[in-house]
């Protein structure tokens, strides 16, 4: 029951193409957000100057990475299974090196080393630029660490590889690191504090992406609507700026209007939104330009304001209501997305009832959503008794995904009998004869394929729906082609 951001890419091993005169492989996996895909592709571009080239297969692999989530116990669990395998190959090649990336790298630092045997070298989300010289130290016979969270990595200076691409949507990395500290999550402990990239070159990676037939980007923080450039630093030393530096400082949505204007053709989303930190003029700007999506993930995690408040979340329920109207009012088609935690330390029967009531409100087009799972070194797991049974957690967890499953049918219908553009991604999973795509409210498209083609934005009437999914007919191409 429970939904993960990007549930079909979960350890999806990413391939490059093939760089001449590399003579070694690399094998990497990734698990979790979409932040950490985007730093895979990051990782693989690094290495390739290393002399890597991707591979699909583990067992003729010279280096082995796996990029690492922390967000819940299963996450972690699920690497450590991964572990095993690597294990078991490393057996029949005992030269290949095993190294762990990303959250849990950083959470567990050198006890990661201690716990498995099998891994060679640990590295934090801010020290991939070290891989290089990590790789030294482990080819020399010795463990290798670097877990140090900066205060300046963006990469912004390094152009990302496009891993198992379908040559069609991309993630375009803006900021790193969270300062909301929520008492749940882990990410502030594991990717530092916010600080974010260079507009221009944020720019520069959109104008390359389209010269490569990219038409779609995905904008990727853990908190976009933080985005805050006044020539570099973190966003909590704004006030320390210069008065030229406040005068020029770029913000969320004159990043979002840069971007639409840079490439008027290039359909742009973004993600995640906090619901604190989300201004109108973002939303304003979302209307402004027909090139930028109309959907927004905004997480509410409770539709409690005493739970709310425990989570050190910094909106209340009123507030987030408030918000909601006002983006509706902006944008009356957007379509909204939540994550939903049920079973947070002391949550009553009567504060599930306040989220299901509060879903009832919006009716969330769908939804990620989990039962509480207690994260070392968080202020929940410090000062927080984890006191909701699993049994009780299981079943109030299914009542939510119960009802957004009745939410999501409601949305899906909103589409019969129209016509939505749709830019075809991929093949449909389930028919070789149909293509998918998503709308620009991120809903999956499916239809006959007919003489169309990947990359096409296409014109389709909507005649049945499930609750995921709209099923079509092609009435041609659209004008954004």
């Known amino acids: 029951m429970e939904k993960t951001i990007d549930e079909s890419k979960q350890g999806q091993s990413l391939v490059l193409e093939e760089k001449k005169g590399n003579t070694r492989k690399l094998f990497i996996e990734s698990y979790g957000c979409a932040m950490n895909f985007s730093d895979s592709e990051i990782v693989a571009s690094i290495l ?63 006890k990661f080393l201690e716990e498995e045997k099998i891994v060679d070298l640990v590295v934090g989300p801010d020290a991939y630029k070290d891989l290089p010289n990590l790789l030294s130290e482990v080819e020399e016979g010795r463990d290798a660490i670097n877990v140090i969270l900066s205060k300046e990595e963006t990469y912004g200076d390094i152009s990302p590889v496009r891993l198992n691409s379908n040559g069609v949507t991309a993630f375009v990395s803006i900021t790193r690191g969270c300062d909301n500290m929520c008492t749940f999550c882990v990410v502030p402990f594991t990717r530092g504090r916010e600080r974010s990239r260079d507009p221009q070159s944020i720019i520069e990676e959109v104008n390359e992406l389209w010269s490569k037939g990219y038409k779609e980007i995905t904008l990727l923080g853990q908190n976009v609507d933080s985005y805050l450039w006044y020539g570099g630093g973190l966003k909590k030393d704004f006030d320390k700026a210069s008065d030229m530096q406040k005068a020029t400082a770029v913000n969320f949505s004159q990043l ?66 408030d ?10 088609d957007c379509a909204i997305s939540h994550d939903m935690i049920t079973g947070f330390p002391t949550e009553t029967e009567e504060d599930h009832q306040d989220t299901l009531s509060l879903m009832e409100r919006v009716k969330y087009a769908f939804g990620y959503m989990f039962a509480y799972s207690e994260r070392p070194g968080t202020l929940a797991e410090r000062k927080l ?39 075809i991604e991929k093949e449909s999973k389930k028919s070789s004869e149909h ?32 609750s995921a999914t709209l099923i079509g007919k092609a009435v041609g191409l659209s004008d954004n082609n």
């Open 48 to 110: 390739s100057e290393e002399g890597f080239n991707t591979t699909q297969s583990l067992e003729e692999a010279d280096l082995v990475l796996v990029n690492t989530c922390s967000i819940r116990d299963k996450a972690e669990q699920t690497v450590r299974k991964r572990l095993q395998k690597y294990n078991a190959v490393k057996r029949i090649n005992p030269k290949m090196k095993v190294g762990v990336l990303g959250c849990m790298a950083e959470r567990l630092k050198t």
């Open 256 to 321: 979002l209007e840069l971007c639409a204007k840079a490439q008027p053709k290039m359909r742009i989303r973004f993600s995640t939104s906090n619901p604190q930190d989300m201004t109108l003029d973002v939303v304003e700007t979302m209307a402004k330009f027909n090139n930028i999506c109309n959907y927004i993930h905004l997480p509410v995690q409770s539709g409690s304001n005493r739970i709310l408040k425990a989570m050190n979340r910094q909106h209340t329920r009123e507030e987030y209501f």
């Open 323 to 332: 918000l909601i109207d006002n983006i509706k009012r902006i944008l009356p």
């Open 385 to 423: 008794e984890d006191d909701i049974p699993e049994a009780i957690k299981k079943r109030r967890l299914a009542e939510i995904v119960d009802l957004q499953q009745e939410h999501s049918k409601f949305n899906t219908e909103q589409f019969l009998n129209q016509i939505v553009e749709v830019l």
């Open 435 to 466: 293509w998918a795509g998503r709308n620009e409210q991120n809903t999956m498209v499916v239809f006959p394929k007919e003489h169309y083609k990947v990359g096409e934005f296409v014109n389709v009437y909507v005649e049945d729906c499930t």
